[in-house]
């Protein structure tokens, strides 16, 4: 079993930043893809970005790519998702996830908001 917890959520302004964690509980967090998903009042959760175990490959949403990077410390059982150039359609609530594979996305967080308006 793995619980995960998202910190950093916020009001920020346009073309402002913002950094995300990610923190899971258990000690099997590095063999596990993380993932960070989002979604908005009335529309389906969309996946933003994701990262291998290893932390040696990463993928993006194209909406996000450029602006968001995504990291993981296995050594904190914590993944971060950087964004950068924020934008007002960047306000969501923001899970994290993890699974076995990018395929399988098992355990997720509560979520945490994070709005960009001036």
């Known amino acids: 079993q793995v619980q995960l917890v998202e910190s950093g959520g916020g009001l920020v302004q346009p073309g402002g930043s913002l950094t995300l964690s990610c923190a899971a509980s258990?000690?099997?967090?590095?063999?596990?893809?993380m993932g960070w998903f989002r979604q908005a009042p009335g529309k389906e959760r969309e996946f933003v970005a994701r990262?291998?175990?290893?932390?040696?490959?990463?993928a993006y949403a194209d909406s996000v790519k450029g602006r968001f990077t995504i990291s993981r410390d296995n050594a904190k059982n914590t993944v971060y998702l950087h964004m950068n150039s924020l934008k007002a359609e960047d306000t969501s609530v923001y899970y994290c996830?993890?699974?076995?594979?990018?395929?399988?996305?098992?355990?997720w967080g509560q979520g945490t908001q994070v709005t960009v308006s001036s």
């Open positions: 996830s993890a699974g076995r594979s990018w395929l399988n996305w098992t355990y």
């Open positions: 258990g000690r099997t967090f590095s063999s596990f893809t």
């Open positions: 990262i291998i175990s290893s932390g040696t490959s990463t």
